[in-house]
C-alpha cells in the first residue's frame, strides 16, 4: 500500500531564505507526483506536477525534483516570502493511472518571519 | 470560471441528524471527487465520479455516507445518521483528464457534529 510522508511538519524559516520541502513514497510504481498549497480555511491550489518520466519542474520561484528509484521528492522555494505562508503537500498518482488513485501526505506547514 | 463552488462553508449539527454537502464543479470537468481531511488521517479520497457515474466508493466509511451526481453540474455527499467522529472539512474537487489533469479544489465544508 502508498504511503506518503512529509518532513518536517512544520518549518519556520526568516524571510529571504531559500529551502527544501522533502517528500518520500514506498511504492515507486508512480505515475506522476503532485505539490499543492493550502492556506487556512482553504482548499487546495495545485503548484507543480511532475510526471514519472520527468525528473523536475518549474514554476516561478518554485522547483519540483522526483527521484522515483528513491522513492522521494523535494519542492524548493527561493527567496521566501511571508506570502509563501502555507501548509504545502505532496501527493502521488499510483499506477492506473486514474486520479482516484492520488494518494497524500500529511503536509509541511510552512511558517515564512518577515 | 467560479471555481469548484462548495456548500455550506460550515456546519455544526448534533449527533444522529442528517447532514447534506453540496457541490457545484467546474463546468466541462468530467471528473469529481470528495475528500475528508482530518488532522488524524490527513486527507483521505471517498468517492470519485466519472461522467456522473461513481467509478470507486471504496473509500466511503460506512453505510451511513452516500453521494450521488445527478447531473454534470451538481453532486451531493450526505452522512445520516452524522456521529461525533465525521467531524472534519469535506473537499470537493474536479479535474477535466483524470490521469495528467490539474485537480481543482472547493474550499471546503468544515462540519462540527456534536
Known amino acids: 500500500k502508498q504511503e506518503v510522508t512529509q518532513i518536517p511538519a512544520a518549518l519556520s524559516v526568516p524571510e529571504g531564505e531559500n529551502l527544501v520541502l522533502n517528500c518520500s513514497f514506498t511504492?515507486?510504481?508512480?505515475?506522476?507526483l503532485q505539490w499543492f498549497r493550502q492556506d487556512p480555511g482553504k482548499g487546495l491550489t495545485s503548484l507543480l506536477l511532475i510526471q514519472s518520466s520527468q525528473r523536475e519542474q518549474t514554476s516561478g520561484r518554485l522547483n519540483a525534483s522526483l527521484d522515483k528509484s528513491s522513492g522521494r521528492s523535494t519542492l524548493y522555494i527561493a527567496a521566501s516570502q511571508p506570502g509563501d505562508s502555507a501548509t504545502y503537500l505532496c501527493?502521488?498518482?499510483?499506477?492506473?493511472?486514474?486520479?482516484?488513485?492520488?494518494?497524500f501526505g500529511k503536509g509541511t506547514k510552512l511558517s515564512v518571519k518577515p | 470560471d467560479a471555481g469548484v463552488i462548495q456548500s455550506p462553508r460550515h456546519e455544526v449539527t448534533e449527533m444522529g441528524q442528517e447532514v447534506t454537502l453540496r457541490c457545484k464543479p467546474i463546468?466541462?470537468?468530467?471528473?469529481l471527487f470528495w475528500y475528508r481531511q482530518t488532522m488524524m488521517r490527513g486527507l483521505e479520497l471517498l468517492i470519485y465520479f466519472n461522467n456522473n457515474v461513481p467509478i470507486d466508493d471504496s473509500g466511503m466509511p460506512e453505510d451511513r455516507f452516500s453521494a450521488k451526481m445527478p447531473n454534470a453540474s451538481f453532486s451531493t455527499l450526505k452522512i445520516q445518521p452524522s456521529e461525533p467522529r465525521d467531524s472534519a472539512v469535506y473537499f470537493c474537487?474536479?479535474?477535466?483528464?483524470?490521469?495528467?489533469?490539474?485537480?481543482?479544489f472547493g474550499e471546503g465544508s468544515r462540519l462540527t457534529v456534536l
Open positions: 511504492d515507486s510504481a508512480i505515475y506522476n
Open positions: 474537487a474536479s479535474t477535466e483528464h483524470a490521469n495528467t489533469g490539474e485537480l481543482f
Open positions: 463546468s466541462g470537468h468530467d471528473y
Open positions: 501527493a502521488v498518482m499510483g499506477y492506473g493511472g486514474s486520479q482516484g488513485n492520488l494518494i
